[in-house]
């Protein structure tokens, strides 16, 4: 069973939230649908991350799937090159201090 995310991509996604709504923030990294999930994740050890939108913005969501503070972005992805998306990455708190 797969236990770290797959690096998705090494940069964010921009996208328009819409205030209260529901999204599924995809956590596994599989997803063929970033930063959302599609179902990709059955087999692995990952779930979806459901969150509501507190307000109508952009915003800009973690698709390299280490952030710490998902389901936003918070810089992580600089840690990988292109040639690391697509492969599983090191997992999520492996860099934490
Ligand atoms: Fe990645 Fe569902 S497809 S969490």
């Known amino acids: ?39 990709s994740h059955a087999g692995t050890s990952f779930k979806p991350l459901p969150f509501k939108a507190e307000k109508t913005e952009d915003a ?16 992580s992805h600089k840690q990988f090159t292109k040639d690391k998306v697509g492969q599983e990455g090191p997992g999520v708190n492996s860099n934490a201090s």
Do not use: W
């Open 60 to 75: 800009y969501l973690c698709v390299c799937k280490h952030t710490q503070n998902a389901p936003f972005c918070d810089g």
């Open 1 to 39: 069973m797969s236990k770290q995310p797959v690096i998705a991509d090494n940069k964010p996604a921009k996208v328009n939230l819409l205030k209260d709504q529901e999204y599924y923030f995809c956590a596994c990294g599989r997803s063929k649908n970033q930063p959302f999930c599609d179902g």
